[in-house]
């Protein structure tokens, strides 16, 4: 697969590993569309792309909103006449006990992270059934696992998960791959803006983010596999194990997550 001239959507691009996918496609060669929801960011962001050589749009979206979806999908057709591409990484993540945490807050992240890929996918799906192109979506090792003080955007993961192994299948004798992401602990913004029972932002990683696999390396392995039309993803050696040992030893694997998690900085549950 070649990525000369084809058309790439990555929404939530403006930091963290939706920005270093566009700039990992872009140098492959493909036009790139970018949302954001902050301008000021997005608008930083597509000059970045620009100084790297890279063909770019910038469209102000809000992934959680439908009418922002479509007309993304719209206006990139506009724009450059086609789509081959989405990355659906726009997400955000919470931190909190169930028992504390206000519901508004699980719908934002159900919102964001699992009906802000599900929209980006309806109206993008004409376009990549037409060029026989790929949808990845941008998931989390908490999709084949959960973890306290994450049920919402948990949930949120598996959703995104069951999602598109359904339409896989659905598409899968007619020439369009899915790709399902699966990345670990990466050092982005996400855990900094993770939201805390009230909707407030967390501000402050409670892990050691120098330790993790960086924004970049993510990128270029998502990179790779969409080129080599792979089905699944999953990032680092800690988080392949999560997801074997979860598989074979569920019971022990909940005592093992807990004590993990409850080393955090600020653990809620301690």
């Given at each position: 697969?070649?990525?000369?001239?084809?058309?790439?959507?990555?929404?939530?691009?403006?930091?963290?590993?939706?920005?270093?996918?566009?700039?990992?496609?872009?140098?492959?060669?493909?036009?790139?569309?970018?949302?954001?929801?902050?301008?000021?960011?997005?608008?930083?962001?597509?000059?970045?792309?620009?100084?790297?050589?890279?063909?770019?749009?910038?469209?102000?979206?809000?992934?959680?909103?439908?009418?922002?979806?479509?007309?993304?999908?719209?206006?990139?057709?506009?724009?450059?006449?086609?789509?081959?591409?989405?990355?659906?990484?726009?997400?955000?993540?919470?931190?909190?006990?169930?028992?504390?945490?206000?519901?508004?807050?699980?719908?934002?992240?159900?919102?964001?992270?699992?009906?802000?890929?599900?929209?980006?996918?309806?109206?993008?799906l004409p376009e990549i059934l037409k060029n026989k192109g790929s949808i990845v979506g941008v998931s989390s090792i908490n999709g084949y696992r959960g973890t306290p003080a994450r049920t919402a955007y948990t949930a949120s993961k598996f959703a995104m998960n069951g999602f598109f192994e359904s339409l896989r299948t659905e598409v899968m004798k007619r020439g369009v791959h899915i790709l399902v992401a699966?990345?670990?602990?990466?050092?982005?913004?996400?855990?900094?803006?993770?939201?805390?029972?009230?909707?407030?932002?967390?501000?402050?990683?409670?892990?050691?983010?120098?330790?993790?696999?960086?924004?970049?390396?993510?990128?270029?392995?998502?990179?790779?596999?969409?080129?080599?039309?792979?089905?699944?993803?999953?990032?680092?050696?800690?988080?392949?194990?999560?997801?074997?040992?979860?598989?074979?030893?569920?019971?022990?694997?909940?005592?093992?997550?807990?004590?993990?998690?409850?080393?955090?900085?600020?653990?809620?549950?301690?």
């Amino acid at each position: 697969m070649s990525l000369k001239d084809k058309v790439v959507i990555v929404t939530g691009a403006t930091s963290g590993i939706g920005e270093a996918c566009a700039f990992a496609f872009g140098r492959e060669g493909a036009k790139v569309v970018i949302t954001g929801r902050n301008e000021e960011k997005l608008s930083n962001s597509v000059k970045n792309l620009e100084k790297g050589g890279i063909t770019v749009l910038g469209i102000l979206a809000d992934a959680a909103s439908e009418s922002d979806n479509k007309r993304m999908a719209e206006q990139t057709i506009r724009h450059f006449g086609r789509i081959d591409v989405l990355i659906n990484n726009a997400g955000i993540s919470m931190r909190a006990l169930f028992e504390d945490l206000d519901l508004e807050v699980f719908h934002k992240v159900m919102d964001t992270n699992f009906w802000g890929t599900v929209y980006a996918t309806k109206f993008c799906l004409p376009e990549i059934l037409k060029n026989k192109g790929s949808i990845v979506g941008v998931s989390s090792i908490n999709g084949y696992r959960g973890t306290p003080a994450r049920t919402a955007y948990t949930a949120s993961k598996f959703a995104m998960n069951g999602f598109f192994e359904s339409l896989r299948t659905e598409v899968m004798k007619r020439g369009v791959h899915i790709l399902v992401a699966s990345p670990g602990f990466t050092a982005s913004n996400i855990r900094n803006n993770a939201l805390r029972a009230d909707g407030s932002v967390q501000g402050e990683s409670p892990r050691e983010e120098a330790k993790m696999m960086s924004s970049e390396e993510v990128a270029n392995e998502i990179l790779k596999a969409t080129l080599k039309r792979k089905r699944d993803l999953v990032l680092t050696g800690q988080g392949k194990l999560a997801v074997f040992l979860n598989k074979w030893i569920p019971g022990i694997m909940d005592g093992i997550v807990y004590n993990h998690m409850a080393k955090e900085k600020d653990s809620p549950f301690k």
